[in-house]
């Protein structure tokens, strides 16, 4: 998968990223996956469901996976944090 097709949900406000993904597939991308760590993960599955539901009904989840990442902290500990990547599909025509 290309990468600009990643969308890394962070801190911005929801909207902002929908319209990322609504920009991504008017410029003709096939698939768009969001990735997200920590407390952005619910924000990610509501930027998620809002395309679905509210925006292009059309598209569906093709996939989600989630894991555990190794991050270390600036005092030099190191901390577990919760991932996940949804990817958005059109339906094949």
Same mark, same amino acid.
């Given at each position: 998968m290309a990468?600009?097709?990643?969308?890394?949900?962070?801190?911005?406000?929801?909207?902002?990223?929908?319209?990322?993904?609504m920009?991504?597939?008017?410029?003709?991308a096939d698939e768009v996956t969001l990735v997200a760590r920590g407390r952005a993960i619910s924000?990610?599955?509501?930027v998620a469901e809002?395309?679905?539901?509210n925006v292009m009904p059309e598209v569906?989840?093709?996939d989600?996976? &989630?894991? !555990? /990442? +190794? &991050?270390? !902290? /600036? +005092?030099g500990d190191t901390i577990s944090v919760s991932t996940i990547s949804i990817t958005l599909a059109k339906p094949s025509e």
């Open positions: 990468e600009e097709n990643v969308i890394y949900v962070g801190n911005k406000p929801v909207t902002n990223y929908v319209l990322a993904v920009t991504q597939f008017s410029q003709g924000r990610a599955v509501d809002f395309i679905r539901n569906e989840v093709k989600i996976q &989630i894991g !555990t /990442e +190794e &991050i270390e !902290t /600036e +005092e």
